[in-house]
């Protein structure tokens, strides 16, 4: 149990900081453009991929490296199985996810969409009592919650697709991405145990971040330009700093 809340904290403190900052971010972005339903949907699709680059660089590399840094910081009693930390980052990067749609849905005025998809994460709460009542092991307690995220999750793009069909294909290419890339951390989990060598753990973690990296930076191109000018800007930024 102290382990579970110990990686629990690390990828649920991440991924509700960003979710909190993108949500602050891209509500203006999304509301002014509203009346263009053209520009509306340039910007989900901007929107989209930086949550799906903070989605790859952050949480789903924790999927490998979540269990050997919980040792590192807590120590070596903290021993996780790699599976636990690996679904526990999936259910992060759902509520990322989840936190783009629910902009989205409170820009339209699609108040009540947030609530709808909420529900579902029951799902995943049932599931994990009913888990620890078999005597199954924490792991399977992820797995529940991990799931019912995942399930709000679709159920919230399903919403976003169909409140405004311009950004469904946005919608659609973030759910695939966020499939796939759970799928590839999964499988990573189960084929070494990330604990065994640092090595490997940062191997797989690259391994699981840059795919949805190349996804973001080509979903959008005001990204890869912004991106390109930070070369350029960051000796500005510093020196206004200091």
């Known amino acids: 149990l102290a382990g ?59 999927a490998l490296l979540g269990a050997p840094v919980v040792m590192l910081l807590f120590g070596p009693e903290y021993q996780v199985p790699a599976l636990l930390a690996t679904f526990l980052a999936i259910q992060a990067a759902a509520m990322m996810l989840r936190s783009w749609c629910a902009t989205i849905s409170l820009s339209l005025g699609g108040t009540g969409d947030i609530l709808n998809a909420s529900l579902l994460r029951i799902i995943g709460l049932g599931g994990a009592i009913y888990a620890l009542s078999s005597g199954e092991g924490i792991v399977w307690v992820a797995v529940c919650m991990s799931a019912g995220d995942a399930a ?10 169909r409140r405004a069909p311009a950004v469904a294909p946005t919608a659609l290419l973030l759910g695939v991405s966020f499939v796939l890339l759970s799928l590839l951390v999964i499988g990573l989990a189960l084929l070494f145990d990330p604990t065994d060598n640092w090595l490997f753990a940062i191997i797989g973690a690259v391994a699981a971040a840059l795919p949805g990296l190349i996804a973001a930076l080509v979903l959008s191109r005001e990204l890869r330009d912004r991106i390109k000018m930070l070369p350029a800007r960051l000796p500005g930024l510093l020196h206004r700093k200091g």
């Open 4 to 62: 579970y809340v110990s990686v629990a904290a690390i990828t649920g403190g991440i991924s509700l900081f960003f979710a909190k900052v993108t949500g602050n971010l891209f509500f203006p972005l999304l509301s002014e453009a509203r009346g263009d339903m053209a520009h509306f949907a340039e910007r989900s699709r901007h929107t989209g991929a930086i949550a799906l680059l903070l989605m790859s660089a952050t949480v789903f590399p924790l």
């Open 152 to 161: 709000a999750t679709f159920f919230a793009l399903f919403q976003v697709s």
